[in-house]
Nanobody, 120 residues
């Protein structure tokens, strides 16, 4: 079994910063793309950023220049540094990963989500 556990959410004022972390654990052989998504109340889940195992990144236009995704392959962990946060970015942030387990299966795994609240 493989799981993702996020941390780092919380309350921050507009213009502030937060750093999210997501650690993968379990029967892992390797991890391909990891990413962050978010879902605000009443909205669909949307892509924030992704990063490949080789470090190639992709960002949604609305976070470019403010958010940075990174990963530590040795720790099976992905991070999201969020700067200049806006109230409308209040949402549950979810970690996502494509993981190859030790019996060769390719799994898409989601974390439980971490709430980020940006006050105005």
């Amino acid at each position: 079994q493989v799981q993702l556990v996020e941390s780092g959410g919380g309350l921050v004022q507009a213009g502030g910063s937060l750093r999210l972390s997501c650690a993968a654990s379990g029967s892992i052989f390797s991890i391909n793309t990891m990413g962050w998504y978010r879902q605000a109340p009443g909205n669909e889940r949307e892509l924030v950023a992704t990063i490949t195992s080789g470090g190639r990144t992709n960002y949604a236009d609305f976070v470019k220049g403010r958010f940075t995704i990174s990963r530590d392959n040795a720790k099976n962990t992905v991070y999201l540094q969020m700067n200049s946060l806006k109230p409308e970015e209040t949402a549950v942030y979810y970690c996502n990963a494509f993981i190859i387990d030790r019996i060769g299966g390719l799994l898409e795994v989601w974390g439980q989500g971490t709430l980020v609240t940006v006050s105005s």
